[in-house]
């Protein structure tokens, strides 16, 4: 685990509320572009999850405020969401979600999956943290599951990493690291492994570019 990512988890620990209530209200500033978001999000999960079996387990790093994984849910699967710090866990529970404690780079997956699913977590990571995420997933997915993940997109930044906290949308008063992953930087990532890429495109952002988004099959 990298000194960025603990450092940054320490934050959310102590400042998911904050998180969770801007957000909220950042999603209030253009509702009609947030429900836009929200629909092109589950078409996503949707079609990628037509593979799976029926009501085949499901585990999502990073739930946040379990949005995606009510979603999930809400299409008949078993999902186990999971975060670090206790306000998002409670947001997750307060759905009805099953919901443990947990670590992607310290703790291991209690059992084995047919999908996980990590949304607007690898921003948090580096590249030695991206490929250990990928080499847990891979083992702990069945045969022919799937890995969903989007990643910000370099060619978007001036920078290649930074620390930074936001002004209005995400605003938690202290600053959280943030990578940016060229599409080269995670197919190289990914050659490591033993995943075959089943899916990628770019979306989001005024030009559609802003995120990189991986559907990896094992």
């Not at 009805?96 to 699913?117: D, Q, R, V």
Request: charged residues 30%.
């Amino acid at each position: 685990m990298s000194k960025e990512n603990e450092k940054t988890l320490e934050v959310y620990k102590e400042k998911a509320h904050l998180y969770l209530a801007n957000s909220l209200e950042h999603d209030k500033l253009d509702p009609k572009r947030a429900e836009q978001k929200r629909v092109k999000l589950e078409k996503l999960i949707t079609s990628n999850f037509l593979s799976l079996p029926e009501h085949a387990k499901v585990f999502e790093i990073g739930s946040g405020d379990g949005s995606n994984a009510k979603f999930i849910q809400s299409l008949g699967f078993d999902i186990t969401a999971s975060d670090t710090a206790d306000d998002f866990i409670k947001a997750t529970q307060n759905q009805g979600l099953k919901t443990i404690k947990f670590n992607a780079l310290e703790n291991s997956f209690p059992e084995k999956y047919w999908a996980i699913f990590c949304w607007r977590v690898f921003v948090h990571f580096t590249k030695e943290d991206a490929l250990k995420i990928m080499q847990k997933v891979y083992d702990t997915l069945e045969d022919n599951g799937i890995f969903i993940f989007n990643a910000m997109n370099r060619e978007t930044k001036k920078v290649d990493n930074e620390w930074v906290d936001f002004e209005g949308e995400y605003h938690m008063g202290a600053e959280r690291y943030y990578n940016y992953f060229s599409q080269s930087d995670l197919d190289n990532i990914i050659q490591k492994t033993k995943f075959k890429i089943e899916d990628f495109h770019k979306d989001g952002g005024d030009n559609n570019n802003k995120w990189l988004i991986y559907v990896l099959r094992k």
